[in-house]
């Protein structure tokens, strides 16, 4: 069975692969950060894409994304598909705003101990510009990793360009593109394959669902050539093949049960009984005769 048609997707949901990225991208300190997803901030559906919380604040994250992490981090992420203007900027500075002023009680969320962190594949130009029009400044601290200062800027701030990230490093976010590099690939997918908890694996599936979905033909270019390599992917992504496995196998006793059907005039029971197809089973054909 072609990889690809486990994953056919018209729009591949890009955010879940980077919830799963952003964890394993901090695996080495994961007891010290606490991951709350599509934190929301008020009862109405405003939402930020994730809240990461530092829980000792003496604690430096070995992955130079987290350095400028303190007790509350505010993280949006813009997939493939998505602009990112200075707009989004402020709209970003926004929840981080919301974030700080509903705590229970005053002051319970410090300003200083508050930060936000935008993360984008592509370097976002026009969006520094207007950055740069505006008085902020524009330092790249690590490869890829754009601090932003300024009498302007209300909180600490960095902007992580996926693409131009350490390519020993962070495997994870950099296969997270639709122009995934054959190389990125396969060391991400060495590196999974020495993953064991369950949390951790969880997160590998979730970003290998996004970046087979987004670049198919170079996963099925590297499965015909490698057979290794098609292994490791097997076993990674195994409970997506069975599922899949599992779902064809239905679609084609549902085809055998109408065929008997139409060609006998059997009941569906009677049909399902042929076909010897167990009685616990028997509802989920029916429903869909």
């Known amino acids: ?43 109405e559906p405003i939402r930020m894409d994730l809240l990461i919380i530092k829980k000792l604040s003496n604690i430096r994250t070995k992955n130079e994304i987290g350095h ?23 709209k970003t500075v926004g929840y981080a705003c919301l974030y700080k ?15 936000i962190s935008i993360f984008r594949e592509s370097y976002p130009r026009e969006m520094f510009e207007a950055m740069k029009n505006l008085g902020l400044e524009i330092k790249e601290r690590y490869p890829g990793i754009y601090y932003i200062s300024g009498k302007q800027a209300l909180f600490d701030t960095q902007v992580v360009v996926t693409k131009q990230l350490n390519r020993e490093t962070h495997r994870t976010l950099r296969v997270l593109s639709k122009h995934v ?9 060495e590196e999974a394959a020495l993953i064991s908890e369950p949390g951790d694996r969880n997160n590998v599936d979730a970003v290998l669902q996004v970046s087979v979905s987004a670049n198919k033909e170079i996963y099925e270019a590297i499965r015909r050539c490698d ?34 059907m139409d060609t006998t005039k059997w009941t569906a029971e009677q ?13 989920k054909y029916i429903t869909k005769l």
């Not at 729009?11 to 599509?38: C, M, T, V």
């Not at 057979?227 to 679609?251: G, N, P, S, Y």
């Open 68 to 90: 400028i992490f303190r007790k509350f981090n505010v993280v949006e992420y813009k997939s493939n598909d998505d602009a990112l203007s200075i707009d989004d900027y402020y």
């Open 227 to 260: 057979k290794v390599m098609c292994e490791a992917l097997r076993e990674l992504m195994k409970e997506d093949f069975e599922k899949q496995e599992q779902e064809t196998r239905q679609v084609t006793l549902l085809e055998d049960i109408k065929n008997l």
């Open 271 to 283: 049909a399902m009984a042929a076909l010897k197809i167990p009685e616990a089973d028997r509802g």
């Open 1 to 43: 069975m072609r990889l690809a048609d486990i994953l056919e997707a018209v729009n591949i949901q890009w955010h879940p692969g980077f919830y799963g990225a952003a964890e394993l991208e901090f695996i080495s300190n994961k007891g010290d950060l606490e991951f709350q997803r599509e934190f929301n901030l008020s009862k």
């Open 181 to 189: 590099k054959e190389e990125d690939v396969r060391a991400f997918v």
């Open 101 to 115: 002023g509903l705590g229970e009680t005053v002051d319970q969320i410090p300003a200083n101990e508050l930060t």
